[in-house]
């Protein structure tokens, strides 16, 4: 009895990612294929390996490529109990390709979407990159953590700390897509004319987008000191971090700088040595300060070009975020409040991490999908199905990580204290 009990617990996490691994190629399929329709056979479409590289734009390179990556680290997760490290690898990327290539071979017949070969090299080398990524992660399950600043005394808040990294970058994302530098003096100038203009027009100060973005990088900034173990060089580290990635929003192409963004980060600097000392409140202060910045965030007007315009809510989920770069910015900029919201919840060590996990993502159900659909009445709003989707994704995974680790760790190596 006790030896079929341990094979149905064994196969618990192996059942999970399956499910987490067919979940994502179904994602893949819908991103890939969507609308769907017209279906039409294409000439010479039988020839299709034949045909030479096309020239992708590093919008198509970035979205491919990203897209790819959890799928080889999610794959190389469910292969790895069954072979060797090299194979799992081999097998991941061999999936991947043959994945791609079904699906760019697919879109030979449907006249919306562009079928090319690169595609299929970018989607391999992405799903790559998630394999090393994975066996790197297995295999410091039971090694000393890699980075002494991170809070490594115990197992939990060495995985938690990766999580909070993520956070960071997901929200450093935001901020710098598209990730194309330009030092040419026109976009150098373009990147900072916003806050010229507003040093020079003070009273065009957007008090609004100043207060969303002080709450975020207080709350981000809480984040990274509840996680590392020097509270004075998290805060220092925090600042460098901030300051290195809105400063190079200047020579990227698109961005911009503002004197808003640049006194929100200043406040919260002020704001964190303050906070500091209270960790026990870190959680207490940070969900709030990213829900109401999420809540502001939510019901602001849109732009001056479109504050006109009311859009009937969208059923489809990605419609708008498939073809663009500001889908990505969207993407992340759904998902990391609340995946941050996620790991303050964690940080204070609940009894019961799962029924946390349903009671929270209920709460972002509803409330997120009360936002979107008040967005119908705000102009220059786009109320979305997929930015419910995003939500609950973001605030879902942190407890979908702990709870794969905790089955992946090998029998005997618990959690040091």
């Known amino acids: 009895m006790r030896a079929a009990e341990k094979e149905k617990t064994e196969l618990k996490p192996q059942a999970f990612l399956l499910v987490l691994t067919l979940s994502y190629v179904a994602f893949l399929l819908y991103a890939t294929l969507y609308p769907f329709y017209p279906w039409r056979w294409t000439p010479g479409s039988e020839l299709f390996w034949l045909t030479p590289f096309s020239q992708l734009s590093k919008f198509d390179v970035i979205t491919n490529f990203l897209g ?45 979407r562009v079928s090319s070969l690169t595609d299929v090299f970018v989607d391999s080398f992405g799903a790559f990159v998630g394999a090393i990524a994975a066996t790197r992660f297995l295999s410091t399950q039971q090694s000393t953590h890699p980075f002494i600043g991170i809070a490594g005394d115990t197992l939990e808040r060495r995985r938690l700390a990766h999580i909070g990294v993520l956070v960071l970058c997901a929200w450093a994302l935001t901020q710098l897509i598209p990730l194309a530098l330009s030092f040419q ?38 984040l990274c000191i509840s996680l ?32 808003e963004t640049i006194v929100g980060l200043a406040i919260a600097l002020i704001a964190l040595p303050i906070m500091t000392p209270f960790v026990k409140l870190h959680a207490i202060i940070g969900i709030p300060v990213l829900a109401i910045a999420f809540l502001i965030t939510s019901l602001a007007a849109g732009s001056a070009s479109t504050n006109s315009l009311f859009t009937p809510f969208n059923w489809v989920p990605f419609r708008g975020q498939l ?57 220059g709003r ?21 709870f794969v680790e905790d089955n992946l760790r090998p029998s005997g190596s618990g959690t040091t204290q």
Request: proline share 6%; charged share 10%.
């Open 228 to 259: 590392l173990k020097s509270q004075r060089r998290a805060i220092f580290y925090f600042a460098l971090f901030a300051t290195v990635v809105l400063l190079l929003k200047i020579p990227v192409t698109g961005r911009s700088l503002s004197l």
């Open 323 to 379: 073809n663009n770069v500001l889908g990505i910015i969207d993407i992340l900029a759904a998902i990391w409040p609340f995946t941050a919201m996620a790991v303050y919840i964690l940080r204070t060590r609940p009894r019961n991490p799962y029924f946390v996990a349903a009671t929270g993502g209920a709460m972002v159900l509803i409330s997120t999908a009360w936002l979107e659909w008040h967005q119908q009445t705000l102009p």
């Open 185 to 222: 003096p026109a976009s150098l100038r373009f990147g900072v004319q916003p806050l010229w203009y507003t040093l020079n027009h003070l009273s065009e100060l957007h008090e609004l987008t100043l207060l969303i973005d002080r709450l975020n990088l207080i709350a981000l900034g809480l």
């Open 68 to 112: 790819y990556v959890p799928l080889g680290l999610i794959t190389t997760l469910v292969l790895s109990n069954h072979f060797s490290t090299t194979i799992t690898i081999v097998l991941t990327t061999t999936t991947a390709v043959f994945l791609s290539g079904a699906l760019e071979y697919a879109q030979f017949f449907l006249p919306s």
């Open 382 to 402: 786009y109320p979305d199905v997929t930015d419910i989707l995003l939500a609950l994704a973001g605030w879902v995974i942190p407890f979908a990580v702990l």
